[in-house]
């Protein structure tokens, strides 16, 4: 009935995909009765921790809440157990058992507000150039013409952000308000501007098109419709997130609850769900090839001449998502239409991407030669066409290659195909083929506008305790490492099913991280023990177009790491980084961690400047919220300054603090102001300012925030364990919630 639509009882078909039942005909041919249903929804409708039945009203979750709830979900998978019976049970590969981080409000919104304010303006100052350099002369409809060419609101509806780790949509939903009010902004200011010329943008237009159209087909369809609903603002969302929106998950579940919190978010009445499916993707972000590395390949093995026809076919097909993304769907006509050209798109791509997508599974296998010499036979046709064979749509013949030869690059063959099912490759410039240009070539053409999100903040090395506590509690729980190998290895000794799984995942991620480090797409960021969360940054610098914006939440380490030095000298040397602290009294955020399990903790803040800046730089750290704070054995907290903690290094822990915080006053606050010269750093990069409040922990502890007054390239703030002499480089003892830090970077790109 939703999906189609019953105009006898009034409800308009909302298409989408959201309530498809093609995609569930179990739920189509089943019956369930009231006796079952019944029990159930009232399970879900009734809280009773308390003893009581209290009524559940989700009408007031939010989407990022639902987003938050659902993302817990994401690495389980349903299995059938030794018996056949079915079992929830966590992903093979799942390292977290609690999911994608949950990013708060507060910092997703600064994150978007300081990634695409130099875009904003970008495209404002255009608009204000153009209305400056305009001939009096000229007729007015023809300088309103001009100014049409440079109008801020559409120019603000072409951008193209992308959240590659993009979880359950929190970045994106809030993407699409955010974009939705600069664009009501834009149109405003430039009538405004323009108002001697009677100037109003040409969006205006198209959405009053759209809310009659609506309106129309309500009273025709007879549908009730709620006019208040119909407002620019909900159009515009609807119209950014067609245009501007881009996701990519490597979870399949995660990028389907991102469509739920996209369409529940930009819902409109009256008009179906948009067709979002061009622009959101499952899929890997770090591991798959541009175009160009795949020929290169494969014209190094003598297969240059039978890629060229999907080559062509496949770039065709940024002009069908051009399409696409013109369409509005406010009629269920045009969803229609934008899915059908969608599966033309795909049609277009597949042979490439199959391909492309093969090429780099043959990378990921580390073959030797003589299978190299298999993989010059297949490029060469011996087994059969090369390119259905790379998409696995026929398996390897053996009419042309001798009986042997054909069953050895079969088992290849199959290793390959595995492997890309499995580790869901992402080859970008085909997967969202209007974002780059002139693929063929050797410098890459396009790209982003911005890259946003929160990546994941997980090692690729496999993490033994958090790997077996989801799978076999009593060998995380293990109290020295060398009883915990003891244990693992009886899973091999008793053939339990655990150990293959076990080898499995540990395989994988050593090949993980040699492809990080050897394909050459991560040069200054895969060294040492790496973390995902590195790779995503350099990932998104690869992503941006020149001049394009880079807002991601990463661990503030990553800027003060030695091994992370040749990037930020990359960086900054060509004068890309925009934004990293707030200067003033303006906080780069509060915030909250706790640690139960630690005697004591300290929260500590830095701050992060470039060599050759002159005079004092001043970092202030705020402890607030002090009743939250517990000190068992005294009344105050100690407050130990950057050079505290020099001379601990040298003389010990017994160092007499700089001040203390008198604890009876429980709303009282601390401020530490810090002063350094600046003028004798002998790196690009040297920590300049450092302060700590140190107190003992018991239960949660206060927030804390970083005030940065000056050119401060980084800043941030984080809890840690007592006792840690570098509360900078200590990275092994860092808590989930230390230093995390926003980063926009501006001018990233080949």
Known sequence: MIDKGDSSVGIPPYNGGLFATGGTPLLA??????????????????ERSSGERRYINYRDLSVQQLGSIYERLLEFEIARDDTGALAVRPNLFARKNTGSYYTPDELVGFILDETLEPLI???????????????????????????????????????????????????????VDTLADHVLDAMAEAAALGIDLHYTSPLADKIEDIRVTILKNAKAANWTIDEEQLDDRHIIRRMVLKRCVYGVDKNPMAVELAKVALWLHTFTVGAPLSFIDHHLHAGDSLFGLWVRDAIDKATAMGGELFY??????????????????????????????????????ELMTGELDGFVSFMHALDWLDLKAKDKALVRLWLDGRFGDPIPIARGRKTPAGGMAKPEEAEAFTAIWERARSLIVEERFLNWQISFPGVWDN?????????????????????????????????????????????????????????????????HAELRAVDTARMARKSGHYPLLSGGDTNLNSLFVERAHALVKPGGMVGLLIPSGLASDQSSSAFFRKVTGAKQVHCQARTGDDPLGE??????????????????????????????????????????DSDSVDVLTGGDRSRMSDEGDQVPPASRLDLEDREAGVRVVERHPLDAADQRFAIRSALAVRVAANGPLSSC????????????????????????????????????????LQGWGA
């Open 439 to 503: 693929w063929a070539s050797k410098g890459r053409e396009g790209g982003f506008d911005a890259v946003v999100g929160n990546p994941p903040w997980d090692r690729i090395k496999l993490q033994q305790i958090e790997w077996f506590a989801a799978r076999r509690p009593e060998i995380a729980r293990a109290q020295r490492a060398s009883d915990r190998g003891r244990m693992i290895a009886k899973l091999k000794a008793d053939h339990d099913p655990l150990w293959g799984d076990f080898t």
């Open 308 to 345: 060229h026809e999907a080559l062509r076919n496949a770039q065709r097909s940024a002009e069908a998502m051009k399409t696409i993304e013109a369409l509005t769907d406010v009629e269920i006509a045009e969803a229609h239409r934008s899915a059908a050209m969608y599966e033309d798109v």
């Open 121 to 175: 303006c970008e495209r404002l100052d255009a608009f204000r150039a153009a209305l400056a350099n305009l001939n009096a002369k000229d007729a007015e409809d023809y300088r309103r013409r001009e100014l049409r060419d440079v109008d801020p609101a559409n120019a603000i509806l072409s951008l193209r952000v992308c959240d590659p780790a993009m979880g359950s949509g929190h970045f994106l939903v809030s993407l």
């Open 705 to 744: 925030r970083l005030v940065s007054a000056g050119p401060a390239h980084s800043a941030h703030c984080g809890l840690m364990p007592t006792g840690v002499p570098d509360p900078i480089s200590t990275a092994e003892h860092r808590l989930p919630m230390f230093g995390r830090t926003q980063v926009a």
């Open 29 to 46: 041919s089943a019956r369930v009765p009231d006796s079952v249903m019944a029990p159930a929804l009232d399970a879900l409708s009734y």
């Open 591 to 632: 915030l909250r961690a706790d640690a139960p399990d630690h005697a004591g903790a300290e929260i500590a803040g830095h701050a992060l400047h470039r060599r050759g800046r002159r005079g004092l730089q001043q970092v202030r750290l705020e402890l607030q919220a002090v009743r939250s704070i517990r000190e068992p």
